[in-house]
């Protein structure tokens, strides 16, 4: 969702991937036509949901093929598709890029509105278009760097001042925001509407000059002495030189009491929607894979996040197949990438991921992955754009991605 279209800045919007973002759109597919020959139309999308997904060979692009879903505005009573026995509605409109939901103990919901810092130079031509392409779909418009709480069917400003935030967690009495350079920690009581404390900062998180994925997604480990926060890579694959990438593409552990850290986790090129199974020490996370190489390379992924291991990136993806952009190889560092526990196909752009406890919805959900899918822009064909629902057996993913909630009936998923 975007926060407002043209005609009702008040409005939700939803993006339609039935139409182009603009001609721009339509421009930088003939030239990306003009390189190699993309992948057949006919790809079976399928055939990458799972822990085994198809890969086809990579192909390489002058443009690589971009089109962007148009936003446009839920009209006359509008609403995503739902499964049967399920009922959806919005509980505020006019929000500004809300980027993070997260409900409190008493039932209120703070909602992160959030913009980039804006700091990514321009290096390269593709860069241009891709913006031109992105602020088609509104993705310019600017957000005020805040958290709104929404309380009794109301919204108001529960905190502000803050510098590109996207992930927050509440341990105890303290709550953690990870701003794009900084987790900040404030006190927090039950029913509190607002805060004005200035907030103390726990650790620095790597930002500028760059900050290519400024994002940073944040959550506590069930005892709530550790928090764990996803840094994403300041490129595709290293294009900006190694320097740039340190502490980069990585899950950070961070020491709540000290603030001191260590690397959790690494080769991730850009990790979200991190937290733990329920009623278990196993932290899992939705990886945004590398683009231009394909339509239908490289997978998006969820997978459990192992201390120590190392996924890939920049070198290899999906396990060990090598990137041959990269240059010079780690052969050595390849040899021992984990392959990720489930694909969920090419260029969804996964950044939510929540798994059903069991509590409200029907019995088939239970202990399953519910995961926001932002959507394509690097492809010819329109993939995510909806939350899709993975079954878990054992605590294992299995089968493939269905359609929850999404502008189509789930009878046609991919329309």
């Known amino acids: 969702f975007a926060p407002s279209d043209a005609d009702n800045p008040s409005a939700p919007v939803r993006f339609d991937p039935t139409k182009s973002g603009s001609n721009l759109s339509f421009i930088c597919i003939v030239l990306a036509s003009m390189a190699l020959p993309v992948q057949a139309q006919s790809f079976d999308r399928e055939t990458q949901m799972g822990s085994d997904p198809v ?26 598709t739902v499964p049967a026995g399920f009922k959806i509605e919005a509980i505020a409109t006019g929000l500004a890029h809300p980027r993070q939901p997260y409900v409190l103990p008493n039932g209120d919901i703070l909602v992160v509105e959030s913009n980039s810092p804006g700091l990514e130079k321009v ?33 108001s400003v529960f905190l502000d001042g803050l510098y590109s935030p996207f992930g927050l967690v509440l341990v105890g009495n303290e709550l953690y925001v990870a701003n794009t350079d900084s987790i900040m920690r404030y006190p927090y ?44 890579s300041n490129s595709n694959v290293m294009e900006n030189g190694p320097v740039a990438e340190i502490d980069r593409a990585q ?71 090598l990137d041959p952009r990269v240059n010079p190889q780690k052969p050595d560092l390849v040899a021992k990438a984990s392959i990720p526990d489930f694909a969920l196909s090419s260029h969804v ?5 929540a798994f059903d406890t069991g509590d409200n919805f029907p019995d088939k959900y239970k202990g399953g992955a519910f995961v926001g899918e932002h959507g394509s822009w690097n492809r010819d064909e329109f993939n995510g754009y909806q939350v899709g629902y993975i079954a878990f057996s054992n605590e294992r993913p299995t089968g493939k991605v269905v359609p929850f909630t999404s502008k189509k009936r789930a009878a046609v998923p991919w329309a």
């Open 349 to 353: 752009a996964p950044l939510g991921l």
């Open 123 to 155: 290096t390269r031509p593709k860069t241009v278009v891709m913006g031109l392409i992105m602020g088609s779909a509104g993705a310019t418009n600017k957000a005020e760097n805040r958290i709104t709480i929404l309380h009794d069917d109301k919204a």
């Open 251 to 321: 899950i950070w552990e961070v020491d709540r009491a000290t603030g001191a850290h260590r690397t959790f986790a690494s080769g991730l090129r850009n990790p979200n929607g991190l937290t733990f199974y329920p009623q278990s020490q196993v932290l899992w996370a939705v990886v945004n894979e590398r683009d231009e190489l394909g339509p239908n390379l490289v997978p998006d992924y969820m997978t459990s996040i192992k201390d120590g291991a190392f996924y890939g990136w920049p070198y290899s993806y999906y396990g060990q197949h």
């Open 189 to 232: 009581k039950d029913g509190d509407l607002s805060i004005a404390d200035p907030g103390q900062k726990l650790t620095d998180l790597p930002g500028g000059p760059i900050d290519h994925h400024w994002t940073k997604s944040l959550t506590a480990s069930p005892d709530g002495a550790k928090l764990y926060v996803g840094i994403g």
């Open 55 to 80: 890969l086809p060979e990579p192909n390489s692009y002058l443009i690589p093929p971009m089109r962007v879903a148009k936003p446009v505005g839920w009209h006359n009573g509008e609403m995503p």
